[in-house]
């Protein structure tokens, strides 16, 4: 199994700065942290409401685990891009196929990271659903799928009201049961998981209102 890699520097030092402001100001709590895999690569997937969902999601596990996330490409400009990728994003090109990213994610999971997606594509406006909401993406199961490391659903609430302080709430699931789909296409067995996937954030998220 691989090994859990360890963050840079600069993953370290935001992180134990943020730390109490996050778990007093913000009055962040999680459940559900038992569910999670202790070691090895694997896919985590949310609810999107900011650009600051990943922090909430990965701070429980600090400084164990090293979870990594998709960023657009238009962010990559020095010096932020080596903000970004010190802080664990690597590059995706949105509202295309991004085959690189797809393989990186793999690559990233295989080797034991964690890998932070958000199967709605975009962040929810105005703190509301749309009225008529996309089909969810099969990004995130695709890549568990293919690198063969668990998928786990997690829930989250409260990043949409940061100037209110909060409170940020995660919930966090068992892993999504992949083991019957192995006889599935490719395609197909995306669609099962992401439905399943979809079914357990949803319920997560419920558990946190």
């Known amino acids: 199994m691989a090994r859990p890699h360890r963050p840079s520097w600069f993953y370290?030092?935001?992180?134990?700065?943020?730390?109490?402001?996050?778990?007093?100001?913000?009055?962040?709590?999680?459940?559900?942290?038992?569910?999670?895999?202790?070691?090895?690569?694997?896919?985590?997937a949310a609810n999107h409401w900011s650009n600051f969902d990943p922090w909430p999601l990965a701070l429980d596990f600090f400084p164990r685990r090293y979870f990594r996330f998709m960023a657009?490409?238009?962010?990559?400009?020095?010096?932020?891009?080596?903000?970004?990728?010190?802080?664990?994003?690597?590059?995706?090109?949105?509202g295309e196929r991004d085959d690189e990213a797809m393989d990186t994610a793999v690559a990233l999971a295989r080797d034991g990271h964690?890998?932070?997606?958000?199967?709605?594509?975009?962040?929810?406006?105005?703190?509301?659903?749309?009225?008529?909401e996309a089909?969810?993406?099969?990004?995130?199961?695709r890549i568990a799928l293919?690198?063969?490391?668990?998928l786990v659903p997690a829930g989250i609430a409260g990043t949409n009201r940061l100037a209110r302080l909060?409170?940020?709430?995660?919930a966090y699931g068992r892993p999504i049961e992949l083991g019957d789909l192995s006889s599935l296409p490719a395609a197909d067995a995306a669609q099962v998981a992401t439905h399943?996937?979809?079914?357990?954030?949803?319920?997560?998220?419920?558990?946190?209102?």
């Open 146 to 150: 293919e690198a063969g490391v668990p």
């Open 72 to 94: 657009k490409a238009e962010l990559f400009w020095f010096p932020l891009s080596a903000v970004i990728t010190a802080g664990g994003g690597f590059k995706v090109r949105r």
């Open 12 to 44: 370290y030092v935001v992180a134990a700065l943020s730390w109490p402001v996050l778990k007093t100001v913000f009055r962040h709590r999680a459940i559900g942290v038992a569910n999670v895999p202790p070691d090895g690569g694997f896919v985590m």
């Open 196 to 209: 399943r996937l979809q079914e357990a954030i949803t319920e997560l998220e419920r558990s946190l209102s």
């Open 135 to 141: 089909r969810w993406h099969t990004g995130a199961a």
């Open 166 to 170: 909060g409170p940020l709430r995660v």
């Open 114 to 132: 964690v890998v932070v997606m958000f199967p709605e594509g975009t962040r929810r406006r105005k703190g509301l659903r749309k009225k008529y």
